[in-house]
């Protein structure tokens, strides 16, 4: 169903007198107000009209109450992706939208955007976040909660803090000296919250220096709430409170998911046996039902129905978003743009298949998601051809839209039984088994995790059965493969052809909890039409111990199959095209199975046999563009050869069209990296500790993160931090820095011109360089990085040749501090200091000037 228009959030009114209310509640009222009812709602009190609300993921989408079978979203790019346009008033709209999918899918409050630190480049949810930078990371995420708050929904930054890596994430113990915390992980969090828009925030699973972010008072009460003066909620993330008085204690406010684990009756003991105080137990329900108040000021009814937005206008600002992101990482003799009159062969792992998002729980069901073959083809105006290349998935492709159900339309039939199967049907033994439901689903990925039945059987063993039919078009062998939580088998044409029943074998699947897939293979004639059936039971049906410490209620299965291509022969094909045609779009990357929530990645490579794919087309044929989906770094071993890279993230629904209007030059590309691309694993500053190891992670590399490590240490990246090449060239000059006498307030202006033959859009990066440090001075004073990025602009459509007066403001205390672990507060140093104003962190055209700091001082919370 399409809803016509958002409520304007100054429509309805919030009626809930919070004091009065939190005067007349029991204590057993108030203890289930502290966590919440369900995955997705907060609990109501009928009697005096408190209602329930909604939180929904967060943060690249608003996915609704359901994982499986999910109304479908509006899905952003990526976290990185937003980070690369370095545009606070795109971050802003990108709230709005958000604001209004909200609204859709009747959720109050959205759980992002995430904000953690990419310190690492294989952490599997680095894609969620915005930057290796916190000064970047805090201006988008401002912006972004801001634009929610216009809309009315509350925002959640999250995860507070130090959530960087998924090893062992609800166990490790992130060791981190205060200075690293406060100038990297916590600033992000600072700059969204002194912007005023942030209404809640969510803990980190992790232990930071000792204790879970969830019950750390250092963390909770003596930054947040006291240093900082935030007066917002604190939810925990979903099964990451770990106790009932340590949290309570500590300043949690919301227990997340519910049924609760922690507090209800266990709250009330211990409010009883005093080891919490109720006047602690008041404090944590004012933050909910300020919380719900807001809420109740959205005019969201509750347990609204959910709805498809859909938007015109939302798929143009989806399409402007995913071409913004893209990164011209190299053009060399100026390859690109292409000419969409010349012939044109779209080759690689990457170009069928719509790489629009990452995996986990950031992940949705797009309203559609567009591939870079489509994109391609809805510009090209000269012959197009195809080749695969090699394939890079780790579990075989979805099956899901590629089969039919019986009335033909995309997708299969899910039948919902409480008895278990005996077999697939035949006519002479036709299926009796009484059936609950049939669902229509596209998605062969289904994870039930938020699923349920009224008549399922009270203990809680259910089954299901997949059933469609596939069409092959072409002939071959065919690999099938299912991975399951739970048991399933997988019949073609009544043949069983998978069991992943016994002996099962732990997995990643279903965030941990899954079984490895299980593959078998088949001929398959082209044209000829087969008919799959899955029958599957949940989870309680197997014996295997989930590796994930989450318990994920019912299960899921996945089911997967493609036709069998070597390596070999897949290049052989994509070398003999690439010979024949004037471009090629060369499409490879990584992907939601490949970075996902639950699991970091072991290597920085791109999946198995695409550099010799890349190697081999480059050889074939030097009017190449590589396309690179991933959301953070890979290695790119043939950058060499290559004339024309893009870094093009996951870009959401709008992906294809994206890379499509940058390739052709619809789009001038203005992204900027957000992270720094090293050369090889190794020369990542947290490479020696990325893991957790005997409980405890050690952020050794302290505050020198990203560039500021590589600058540090002398390293040559592959592409530095805000690199990003555009079809035209600017120059800047003429920087002017006016400081105020009696306040903090400093201006840098520069003269921007666009010095090329076509319109673009500039990002102006200041960057602070502290004063020298003297190894002997006394007292002795920390070593500092040697320049941090402390503000940024863009510039936009500039027309060839013309010039702009860029303003920058600058706060001179803030964006000279660094943090005194000595006394615990930031401090302004003074000395003379240097200001860079360029177009990457290592542009040796940046134009400079000097800052003085006449005095030191030191300050506290959100500014100074
Ligand atoms: C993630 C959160 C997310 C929550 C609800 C957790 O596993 O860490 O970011 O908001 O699930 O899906």
């Known amino acids: 169903m399409i809803i016509p228009s958002t409520q304007s959030p100054a429509s309805a009114t919030a009626t809930l007198d919070v004091d009065a209310v939190l005067a007349k509640l029991t204590l057993k009222e108030k203890a289930e107000l502290l966590s919440g009812i369900d995955f997705w709602h907060t609990a109501a009190v009928p009697r005096l009209g408190i209602p329930s609300i909604r939180l929904s993921d967060g943060p690249n989408g608003v996915r609704g109450t359901r994982f499986f079978n999910s109304v479908p979203s509006a899905c952003l790019p990526c976290g990185t992706a937003i980070g690369a346009t370095f545009d606070t008033a795109l971050a802003r709209e990108i709230g709005h939208l958000l604001g209004d999918e909200a609204r859709a899918k009747g959720a109050h409050v959205v759980l992002g955007p995430t904000i953690n630190i990419q310190r690492l480049a294989l952490g599997g949810r680095g894609f969620e976040s915005f930057s290796e930078d916190p000064a970047l990371s805090g201006f988008l995420a401002a912006s972004y909660c801001a634009g929610l708050d216009d809309k009315g929904i509350a925002a959640t930054p999250k995860h507070f803090t130090c959530n960087d890596m998924e090893h062992e994430r609800m ?38 220096n000792g204790t879970h972010a969830s019950e750390n008072t250092y963390l ?3 930054v947040l709430r006291g240093s900082w003066g935030y007066n917002g ?29 922690f507090r209800g009756s266990l709250l009330t003991h211990a409010v009883n046996a005093n080891k919490v105080s109720i006047r602690a137990v008041n404090d944590r329900v004012r933050n909910v039902l300020e919380l719900v108040k807001r809420a109740q000021a959205t005019g969201i009814p509750e347990n609204a129905p959910e709805n498809e937005l859909n938007r015109p206008e939302d798929r143009q600002l989806l399409r402007r978003l995913a071409a913004d992101a893209i990164v011209l990482l190299k053009n060399d003799d100026q390859v ?15 170009s069928r298949i719509a790489t629009y998002c990452g995996g986990g729980s950031a992940s949705l069901n797009p309203y559609e998601a567009v591939t870079p073959w489509e994109g391609i083809e809805a510009q090209a105006k000269g012959a197009l051809s195809f080749a695969q290349g090699v394939y890079g998935h780790q579990m075989l492709p979805l099956l899901g839209k590629r089969m039919r159900t019986d009335d033909g339309q995309v997708g299969f039939s899910l ?10 049907p035949t006519p002479s033994s036709p299926d009796t088994r009484p059936l609950l439901e049939t669902k229509h689903v596209t998605d062969s990925n289904m994870f039930f995790v938020d699923y349920n039945h009224p008549d399922f059987n009270k203990n809680g063993i259910w089954y299901a059965d997949a059933e469609g039919t596939f069409t092959p078009t072409e002939s071959g062998l065919y690999d099938f493969g299912l991975s399951v939580h739970g048991t399933g088998r997988l019949y073609v044409d009544g043949e069983l052809l998978v069991e992943n029943v016994e002996n099962q074998r732990l997995g990643t699947s279903f965030l941990g909890s899954g079984t490895v897939e299980e593959v078998n293979s088949k001929t398959l004639e082209a044209g000829k039409t087969y008919r799959i059936l899955v029958q599957w039971g949940c989870s309680k049906t197997s014996n295997l111990v989930a590796g994930s410490m989450i318990d994920f209620g019912h299960g899921g299965m996945r089911i997967g199959a493609c036709r069998r291509l070597t390596p070999e022969d897949g290049i052989a094909e994509a070398v003999a095209l690439a010979k024949t045609v004037d471009q090629v779009v060369l499409c490879v990357g990584l992907g939601a199975e490949w970075e996902s929530e639950g699991e970091d990645r072991v290597t920085m490579d791109l999946p198995p046999n695409t550099d010799n794919l890349v190697a081999a087309v480059l050889a074939a044929n030097p009017n190449t563009v590589v396309v690179v989906q991933s959301g953070t770094p890979v290695t790119l071993p043939w950058v060499g050869q290559a004339k024309a890279v893009l870094q093009a993230w996951y870009g959401g629904n709008e992906t294809g069209n994206g890379i499509a209007d940058v390739v052709f030059g619809a789009v001038n590309p203005a992204g900027k990296l957000p992270l720094t691309y090293p050369r090889r694993l190794e020369d990542n500053p947290a490479h020696v500790n990325y893991r957790s190891e005997a409980g405890r992670v050690l952020y050794g590399e302290d505050v020198y993160v990203g560039y500021r490590y590589f600058d540090r240490a002398g390293i040559e990246p592959l592409f530095p931090f805000g690199h990003g090449l555009s079809y035209t060239s600017f120059s800047l000059e003429d920087l002017v820095i006016s400081q105020a006498e009696a306040s ?10 666009n010095t090329g033959a076509v319109a673009g859009s500039c990002t102006v990066q200041l960057y602070v360089a502290p004063p020298v440090w003297e190894p002997r001075r006394v007292p002795a004073v920390p070593q500092r990085p040697s320049q941090e ?19 920058l403001n600058l706060d001179a205390k803030r964006d000279t501090s660094y943090w005194d672990e000595t006394v615990d507060s930031w401090c302004s140093r003074e000395g003379l200091y240097r200001i860079r104003v360029g177009q990457s962190s290592r542009d040796v055209n940046a134009v400079e000037g000097t800052l003085t700091i006449k005095e030191t001082t030191h300050w506290q919370g959100l500014s100074p």
């Open 171 to 208: 166990a490790v113990d992130v060791i981190v000296t205060k200075r690293a915390l406060h100038e990297i992980y916590l600033t992000p969090f600072r700059l969204a919250i002194a912007d005023g828009h942030v209404p809640a925030v969510m803990t980190s699973y992790s232990k930071v």
């Open 220 to 222: 909770l009460e003596k």
């Open 233 to 261: 909620l604190v939810m925990s993330d979903w099964f990451g409170t770990y106790g009932t008085s340590e949290a309570v204690n500590a300043g949690l406010d919301l227990e997340m998911p519910g049924p609760s684990r």
């Open 336 to 350: 690109l743009p292409f000419a969409p009159s010349k012939s044109v062969a779209v080759i690689g792992p990457t």
């Open 415 to 424: 039948r919902v039984y409480n008895d278990p199967p005996t077999g697939p």
């Open 744 to 753: 903090n307030d400093v201006q840098v202006s520069v003269k921007v011109t």
């Open 789 to 807: 990025l402390r503000v940024f602009d863009k510039v936009h459509d500039l027309a060839a040749g013309a010039s702009a007066q860029v303003t």
